[in-house]
């Protein structure tokens, strides 16, 4: 045997997934001739193309096959294994054979809409809440307040009992809150714990933050273990490390860094310079001089320093670890060394240099004639640069961040006027508003929120947008990305990647790259060039010239494809479109797909091509097929046309339906015009309503329910043809059924009259019914009945012949045996014999002969009591014939002995007679 498999899969809900597998397949013989029969089949399926175990085996007994083809469901039987995560391939054994090769690798469908399980997920994005358990959010403005609550994201707060808060802006609140990551992080009241930096804040109640930027606890039981402007601030507070310490309270601890500052009972600070521990409890490490003028002050209580010459701690509780002639004037300041470098308010921090300025908890690492005079300003290093409060200036030279909070890394002349706005170097970087980045680079200019981290002449003036480098670059919008390249615009929300003249300026929009593209509100383009995605959330992969119109469209690559309605999709290829809500193109060229959601797979030629007008419609691929319907499929071949809803083609070439629910399966020139009709392929059919044409040419199934199965020929003269209500044509030539229920098969056969059954053979003249009802068959050749499987017994009407012959060869009978024939003329002397008609003819035509029932009574012959065979009734006739013969012939004998004695009697009579005659005359 070989075989054609042809193989399905099919996706459901997730939420209920049928555990099978469809298969399809078609058995043929040696020759390729389609199989009728019932076979055994093993399937199995492998991890390898060759050798190897199976991973699951499922053996089916009895598989039915008709015309060659077979259907059976995987998994009906074994249940399948989870095991299709990976490449895997179907064996199949027919019967007693060995495993077909080559072995069949399983493949996935199209498209799956919903999934049970995300097996070996590594990326992607969940859209919407996801909650799991009690309560658990992420993804931007999360907020779960109260009990069990869980929040990952940006923008989050968990507001109290039991809370656990991960991601950006983060505000715990009260409650045994968590706070596990960076940035703005805000923990009120309770068991509170923050291990993650940027603007940290924990207000009473067992805090702890582990993490940089900005830190406080401001409570009871407090421990900060990280870095810049750490506040722990109430009892037992703790602080190990970084810039601008503050441990104000009871029992508090500072383990090193600069400015660090612990004022009041129990203060500790043990290393540093410019340390000030002058209240209660302070420390200073070391430093001072050989004279009393050379030596460091910690007046404040409990103030520290560590080391150097002729510094001063005036405030209580302040700290100058070594250095020159520094001077902390205020409480809670910190010079690390260096010379003539002054502190002159509370929690100012100088670590070296030279005429170093620090005001109000402002720190000034080193470098000489830098100014952070303001509250809470830092500068690292360099020369003449200035920090306004709460503002850091690493190094350079003439930079100036004069924002609150802004911080100048580096470079020259640059200036962070913006609150919280960051330059990390180059020249001339102006970085405007409030919590703008500039990386480096030369001219570049942000807003509010805003980054640039190099390039040249970068613009990124409104709230939360970024350019990551390249020239000339504009992000006009509030949360706009550009990655590089020249020219390049965003809006609000929206990303450009690279490239060059892309235009994002919409909102939400996003390019990755390529050269002119544009894209709309919530809109993509991934890359390519000259491509439109103008439809809001529509999408462009890449390719050239594409234009996706529509909302929510999409266009992955290609060059000149169009998806202009809303949910529209064109895969790729070549001047393809999409141009009703949902429908689809998955590639090819110059395929249309008009209807709602309708569907092209592929194909096209260089003209307007495959076309779906109606919705739902689905064509598969071929070229110049249209789909003029709702709820239509074409799945291939050329010029097919399907003019109403609900039809199917499946291949082809100009095949036709014309009606609803109708069925081409291929072919070519075929036309279905009636309701429900079908053809399944073949050239110049027609089917109508019902009706159902299998192949062959110009064959007519056009009566209700009427099929003609094939056959027909090269003229209209030897069509097939199937007009009557549930009238058939199995094949032939020229063959008529007209009558419903009808019938006619083999070669100019004319089933004409309702329920008629008409057969020819190959001779080439009409044979044709004359009454309803009627079977009638011509066959040349004899007609032959076989009733046992072996042909051993049957009867035939011989070729020519008028009259059935019955089988009766000696050869072929057993319990061979005499009859009595005297017995049997008896019983055929006593058996009834009547005059009648049938029931089922009319009563002018009559019969003679038995009952079955006397017959059976006399004889017990045959196979029951209502029938009569026609070979018992000649032998009973022969056996009483041959007794009749038997008696005549006994009979003849005595009539001839009798005629014998009658003549000597009457020669004794005349001899007597003449003897008395002569007596008288005596």
């Not at 015309?67 to 490449?87: E, K």
Request: charged residues 10%.
């Amino acid at each position: 045997m070989k075989k054609l498999l042809l193989v399905f899969l099919f996706a459901s809900n997730a939420l209920a997934i049928p555990q099978l597998i469809n298969y399809q397949g078609q058995l043929t013989d040696s020759s390729g001739a389609p199989l009728d029969t019932t076979v055994a089949i093993t399937f199995n399926i492998w991890p390898t193309p060759v050798g190897g175990s199976p991973d699951w085996t499922e053996a089916h007994a009895a598989i039915v096959v008709t015309d060659g083809l077979f259907h059976v469901q995987l998994g009906s039987v074994t249940a399948l294994p989870d095991s299709f995560g990976v490449n895997r391939w179907l064996g199949i054994s027919v019967g007693g054979d060995t495993e077909m090769i080559p072995r069949e690798q399983l493949v996935s469908v199209a498209h799956a809409y919903r999934v049970g399980t995300v097996d070996d997920a590594t990326g992607g994005t969940i859209s919407g809440n996801l909650n799991v358990g009690g309560k658990l959010r992420a993804g931007e403005g999360s907020s779960n307040s109260g009990l069990y609550a869980t929040a990952i994201g940006y923008g989050n707060s968990s507001n109290g009992d039991y809370s656990n808060v991960l991601g950006t802006s983060n505000s715990a609140q009260g409650n045994l809150s968590t706070i596990g990551g960076g940035s703005e992080n805000s923990s009120v009241g309770e068991a509170d714990v923050l291990c993650g930096g940027v603007t940290n804040y924990i207000s009473s109640d067992y805090g702890t933050i582990v993490g940089g930027i900005e830190n406080g606890v401001s409570g009871y039981g407090g421990f900060v273990g990280g870095g810049w402007g750490n506040n722990a601030n109430g009892d037992y507070s703790n602080i190990s490390g970084g810039v601008l310490n503050n441990a104000v309270a009871q029992y508090s601890h500072v383990g090193g860094g600069k400015s660090n500052f612990t004022f009041d009972t129990s203060a500790v600070i043990s290393g540093g310079s410019f340390n000030r521990a002058r209240g209660k409890y302070s420390v200073i490490a070391g430093g001072g001089g050989a004279a009393a003028s050379d030596s460091n002050s910690a007046r404040g209580n409990n103030s520290f320093i560590g080391s150097g010459r002729r510094n001063s701690t005036v405030g209580a509780n302040s700290v100058v670890c070594g250095g020159d002639s520094n001077s902390t004037v205020g409480q809670y300041n910190f010079i690390g060394g260096g010379r003539f470098n002054t502190t002159t308010g509370l929690n100012s921090t100088i670590g070296g240099g030279y005429a170093n300025h620090a005001g109000d908890g402002s720190t000034v690492g080193g470098g000489g004639d830098n100014d952070a005079s303001a509250y809470n300003g830092c500068i690292a290093g360099g020369s003449g640069n200035t920090a306004s409060d709460n503002a850091v200036v690493g190094g350079g030279f003439n930079n100036n961040a004069g924002g609150n909070g802004s911080a100048i890394c580096g470079g020259s002349v640059n200036e962070a006027s913006g609150a919280s706005s960051f330059i990390g170097s180059g020249q001339s970087n102006i970085a405007l508003g409030l919590y703008g980045v500039i990386g480096g680079g030369l001219s570049n200019t942000v807003g509010a929120k805003s980054v640039v981290c190099g390039g040249d002449s970068n613009s990124a003036t409104p709230n939360l947008s970024t350019i990551v480098g390249g020239y000339q670059n504009s992000a006009n919008g509030g949360l706009s990305f550009i990655g590089g390249g020249y020219q390049n615009i965003v809006g609000d929300n929206s990303v450009v990647c690279g490239g060059t003249y892309n235009d994002a300026s919409e909102y939400s929009s996003a390019i990755l790259g390529g050269d002119q593209n544009v894209a709309g509100p919530n809109a993509a383009v991934c890359g390519g060039g000259h491509n439109n995605a103008l439809g809001n959330d529509a999408f462009i992969g890449g390719g050239v010239t594409n234009n996706a119109t529509g909302d929510v469209s999409a266009i992955c690559g290609g060059q000149g494809n169009e998806a202009a309605a809303t949910f529209s999709y064109v895969g790729g290829g070549y001047g393809n479109k999409a141009t009703s809500t949902g429908a689809a193109v998955l590639g090819g060229e110059n395929n249309r797909a008009r209807g709602n959601f309708s569907v092209i797979c592929g194909g096209g030629a260089s003209t307007d091509s495959n076309v779906v007008v109606g919705q739902y419609g689905f064509i598969g691929g071929g070229n110049h097929n249209y789909e003029a319907a709702q709820f239509s499929v074409i799945n291939g071949g050329a010029s097919n046309l399907s003019n109403d809803d609900y039809n199917v083609i499946s291949g082809g070439f100009n095949n036709t339906t014309s009606t609803d629910y109708t069925t081409i399966a291929g072919g070519a020139d075929n036309v279905v015009n009636g309701i429900y009709g079908a053809i399944v392929g073949g050239h110049e059919n027609a089917a109508g309503i019902d009706g159902f044409v299998g192949g062959g040419h110009y064959c007519k199934a056009r009566g209700t329910y009427s099929v003609v199965s094939g056959g027909g020929g090269g003229t209209f003269a030897d069509s097939n043809s199937a007009a009557g209500t549930c009238a058939m044509v199995p094949g032939g030539q020229a063959c008529q059924a007209d009558g419903n229920f009808s019938f006619a098969a083999g070669r100019k056969a004319k089933a004409l009259s309702q329920g008629s059954f008409v057969w020819g053979d190959g001779t080439n003249a009409v044979i044709q019914d004359s009454a309803a009802n009627q079977f009638r068959v011509r066959a040349a050749g004899g007609v032959w009945f076989y009733s046992n499987g072996s042909l051993t017994a049957g009867t035939r009407l011989p070729a020519g012949a008028n009259a059935f012959t019955t089988l009766s060869d000696s050869t072929k009978k057993r319990n061979i045996r005499p009859v009595n024939t005297s017995e049997i003329l008896k019983q055929v002397s006593i058996l009834p014999i009547k005059r009648w008609s049938y029931k089922t003819q009319a009563e002018s035509i009559e019969h003679i002969g038995p009952m079955a029932q006397d017959f059976w009574n006399e004889f017990q012959l045959g196979d029951d009591s209502p029938t009569i065979s026609t070979i018992d009734p000649s032998g009973i006739a022969l056996a009483a014939i041959q007794e009749l013969a038997k008696q005549n012939g006994l009979k003849d004998k005595k009539i001839a002995e009798l005629e014998a004695r009658m003549k000597l009697m009457e020669a004794a009579i005349l001899q007597f007679g003449n003897m008395t005659k002569e007596s008288d005359h005596q």
